[in-house]
């Protein structure tokens, strides 16, 4: 064995501690750098400089990465609107690690990358960890009775949870009582938005979904009566119009029949089968009124969008 005497080891331990030390000195440099580095960043942040503040971010992680930056740097590209950068630096986050607000950017970032699958599973996920989040649960029980999911019943659960808490909050009600109407639930329907009404809260959407809650009830007088007020709120919506010059034909009220089917027809982008109903309502509108000469030329009009052959006899019987 190699033989080392004592002023050696004591040379070579000293050579150790100047190692250590030099590391030492070292890493406080860089986490005193990375310090530096995420206080300008901050420093940005407060100022709004997000495209600076970005860099001294990157930089920071470059040192060292942590998921508190993480969130600092999401939070940059999501107010900068880049919702791809926001999702992508999230992602590397674990989810028990993200607080309410980066819950939220994943959401609203997917929302706007129409990437609906991920916005309603971090949707439903906010729901679990932050139950009195109405207006996520409102926005998700909007995406449940979109054409993209379709399901009604889904969102009337997740408003009648929110409710049983809270019943008040306007933005959670306006959603469940459009839930109840295409989940076929009428009466609920019109409660909910009595409720909303008493608040004074009238939007375009209640006053149309309570007039339709009514027509499917058979209360054509109630339907006439808030499909009016839709319409007076919001005159260029060709839809409202529609249903309103149904309603009114319905009810023997010929010439506002007329006049609201008019717009609807004028208002409505050509689609075969509405554009039929809407000139076949007209034609019996005028045949009503005696004026046959005006119910042919709207039925022609009806026909030439879809044949019906119940329609095409009474046209014929006419003449």
Not at 19 to 45: E, F, H, K, P, W
Not at 106 to 119: F, G, I, P
Not at 141 to 160: F, I, N, R
């Amino acid at each position: 064995l190699l033989q080392v005497d004592g002023p050696t080891i004591q040379i070579l331990r000293m050579k150790k501690l100047s190692l250590i030390l030099l590391i030492s000195m070292a890493m406080n440099v860089y986490a005193q750098n990375r310090q530096q580095l995420v206080a300008l960043g901050d420093s940005c942040m407060r100022e709004y400089d997000f495209f600076h503040a970005i860099q001294h971010y990157q930089q920071a992680q470059q040192i060292r990465t942590e998921n508190k930056v993480r969130l600092k740097l999401a939070e940059c590209f999501y107010q900068r609107n880049d919702y791809h950068g926001c999702s992508d630096v999230l992602d590397k986050v674990p989810s028990d690690s993200l607080n309410h607000n980066a819950l939220r950017q994943l959401y609203y970032s997917n929302s706007a990358m129409k990437n609906t699958s991920e916005q309603l599973y971090w949707g439903t996920y906010i729901k679990i960890r932050y139950p009195m989040d109405s207006k996520i649960i409102a926005d998700v029980m909007g995406l449940l009775v979109s054409d993209s999911y379709d399901k009604p019943e889904v969102a009337v659960s997740y408003g009648q949870d929110y409710c049983l808490i809270d019943s008040t909050n306007i933005e959670v009600n306006r959603a469940l009582g459009e839930a109840y109407f295409l989940n076929k639930d009428y009466e609920r329907c019109v409660a909910t938005y009595r409720r909303l009404f008493a608040e004074k809260d009238t939007t375009y959407n209640s006053l149309y979904y309570m007039g339709g809650a009514f027509e499917y009830l058979n209360q054509l007088d109630s339907a006439a009566f808030y499909f009016t007020r839709a319409v007076e709120r919001a005159p260029k919506m060709a839809v409202g119009n529609y249903r309103l010059g149904v309603v009114e034909n319905q009810l023997g009220h010929y010439e506002n029949a007329l006049k609201y089917l008019h717009n609807a027809a004028t208002l409505y982008e050509p689609s075969k089968f509405i554009m039929f109903i809407i000139y076949k309502n007209m034609g019996d509108a005028k045949f009503n009124l005696k004026d046959i000469k005006a119910a042919d030329l709207y039925w022609g009009y009806a026909l030439a969008y879809r044949d019906d052959p119940e329609l095409a006899k009474r046209r014929q019987a006419l003449k």
